[in-house]
């Protein structure tokens, strides 16, 4: 036998090994997460006893690691709802032309309204649709969860659609590919590296958002999850720092985790995606992702979803083929536009009717002034704090990007950093504004900025990233200086990853005022003068007319800023600064 048949017989052979290992790997990984499942089920589902849902939750540590996976379970059932509403709403907002200017202005108040508005409106239709059952509340708590999820990624979803490659559009076309191939073909893929960031992104903001999901306190009533996020309010509200610091400790092992099993192997697979031409990018490494290929897991999930992924090929396929503009610019289309039109301004008016009429019966037109001018106070805390942020955080976040050597240190810090709930620091936080005199209506811009400077952060690493390292590589052969590399490539090629990290900030901004506008430790409360406290205080207390016109003004607000400024910016940025021919 030849020595170089013995060598590849020994190749395979170690390969065997690799593949034998990493199969025993994923079966425990797969049944340790089927019977993880499998022991919170029938709590889930448990029935409402006498004294009806518990307002209160055990603050004894040895509960945290049961704590932690139910608020992990919420977490990624709202993600993965979060993911079907992206791809379905984006791709409508961007294959449709009307649709889309109903859409996207409607996104913009959806980001708006603040998850105590959400779950004021809707926690008695969860506990209607689901009746005697705590699921009813767990139902509530997952939609929270989503609303401070969804928007973001469907912002970077569309904007990605609107920006996919001018040639591979066209390829797309003259291949006549469906609309489910050009799906997994193009879209999916040109988006794969902005969604995946904003993915994490979202998973930070529901831990954000985490205590106010699972203490759900609305209309006079206190609705307690077990959860870590209700845990530290519990603790918080007994004044029990200890068991604050034993929640703090789980959350970091538990974002450690799931960076190690979930993020960093979907990075660094993410990187066949970048659209690049040159062979120079040190190639992201993942021990979990490397087990996985070595498995036989990819072959199994082929074959489970190949027959899946050949019907709905051949369902949508009489569609016709695809396209992903529409220039229809006909009489018979401007009718339509007309009629169109007419429907929507028409809905539009009786909706503002109802509203004045609602607001007029219930608070007084009065109100309506105050509203404003507290509304003018939180509008001014969330434009400082995203100037701030993007002077900080865009050359930050750029040079991350752009460099892999530095991407492979900041990353996992990054993403623990931005994943932890900076609201479970509350309470110290308070502490210290308390012993230090710290006036609340400037140390809440520090809390609010906690949970929203990384939508800025992420967004900008993704689009640096996304940079063909061929430019890169040009800038080098031109020997352009530094200040040359930054305004001709570098903070062009990141300025639409900017616009839609600032809009989803302003965004978060708004929504983090509700929990940064009023913190508390025991029985001490500081409370700043600004929309969001008064939204927070009307939920608590039930008066839906008063949370109704706050809700309002804020969405008023973050459509008017978004219409002035970001949008005419979006703009700007798909018209002279994307990466496309």
């Known amino acids: 036998m030849s020595s170089g048949t013995t060598g590849n017989t020994a190749k395979e052979t170690t390969h065997s090994k690799h593949s034998l290992f990493s199969d025993v790997i994923v079966i425990i990984g797969i049944l340790a997460l089927i019977g993880a499942i499998a022991v919170m089920l029938p709590d889930i589902d448990k029935a409402v006893g006498p004294h009806g849902i518990p307002s209160t939750i055990s603050t004894d540590p040895g509960n945290l690691p049961y704590y932690a996976m139910r608020s992990v379970l919420r977490m990624f059932i709202a993600l993965a709802f979060s993911l079907l509403f992206t791809v379905i709403y984006g791709l409508a907002a961007a294959r449709s032309r009307r649709l889309g200017a109903i859409l996207i202005p409607l996104l913009d108040i959806l980001q708006s309204v603040p998850i105590l508005g959400f779950l004021s409106a809707t926690i008695s239709l969860w506990l209607v649709l689901f009746p005697g059952s705590i699921l009813g509340v767990e139902a509530a708590s997952i939609f929270a969860i989503f609303t401070s999820q969804a928007w973001n990624m469907t912002f970077s979803f569309h904007r990605s659609l609107l920006s996919e490659p001018t040639e591979l559009d066209e390829a797309a076309k003259i291949l006549r590919l469906s609309h489910w191939q050009r799906f997994w073909k193009l879209d999916m893929p040109n988006a794969m590296i902005p969604l995946l960031w904003n993915c994490m ?119 016709g083929r695809t396209g992903s503009r529409w220039r229809v610019h006909s009489t018979r289309s401007r009718i339509g536009d007309l009629a169109f039109g007419t429907v929507i301004t028409i809905a539009i008016a009786v909706g503002i009717l109802a509203w004045i009429d609602s607001i007029r ?201 978004n219409r002035i400024f970001w949008h005419p910016l979006e703009n700007l940025a798909e018209r002279r600064f994307s990466l496309t021919s």
Not at 244 to 273: H, N, Q, R, S
């Open 361 to 561: 019966r219930g608070t007084g037109l009065d109100e309506i002034w105050h509203v404003l001018g507290l509304g003018l106070l939180t509008f001014l805390r969330v434009m400082l704090l995203t100037i701030v942020c993007s002077i900080i955080w865009v050359p930050i976040g750029a040079s991350i990007g752009m460099n892999p050597h530095l991407s492979r240190i900041f990353q996992p810090l990054i993403q623990v950093l931005s994943s932890f709930p900076a609201n479970f620091t509350f309470p110290l936080v308070t502490l210290w504004f308390i012993a230090w005199h710290i006036d609340i209506n400037w140390g809440t811009m520090l809390l609010m900025s906690l949970g929203t400077q990384w939508y800025i952060l992420f967004n900008v690493i993704a689009g640096a990233s996304s940079i063909p390292d061929d430019l890169q590589e040009m800038t080098h052969s031109f020997r352009l200086s530094r200040w040359q590399r930054w305004s001709k490539l570098i903070l062009p090629a990141v300025f639409g990853s900017w616009c839609t990290g600032g809009i989803t900030a302003a965004g978060g901004a708004w929504n983090a005022s509700i929990v940064s506008e009023t913190v508390a430790y025991g029985h001490t409360t500081l409370t700043a003068t600004g929309l969001g406290s008064y939204i927070a205080a009307s939920t608590a207390s039930g008066n839906m007319s008063k949370t109704l016109l706050g809700v309002t003004i804020m969405a008023l607000f973050v459509v008017i800023v």
């Open 201 to 319: 992104m979202s998973v930070g903001g529901g831990w954000f958002f985490l205590t106010a999901s699972e203490m759900i306190s609305v209309n006079n009533h206190t609705y307690a999850l077990p959860g870590i996020g209700s845990y530290v309010a519990e603790a918080s509200q007994h004044r029990q720092l200890g068991n604050i610091g034993w929640a703090i400790l789980t959350m970091i092992i538990v974002v450690v985790l799931i960076d190690f099993c979930l993020w960093k192997p979907l990075t660094a697979w993410a990187e066949k995606f970048r659209i690049t031409s040159s062979g120079s990018v040190m190639q992201r490494r993942s021990l979990v992702l490397t087990i996985i290929r070595q498995s036989h897991l990819n072959d199994v999930l082929a074959s489970l979803c190949r027959p899946v992924g050949d019907g709905l090929d051949m369902v949508t396929r009489p569609l």
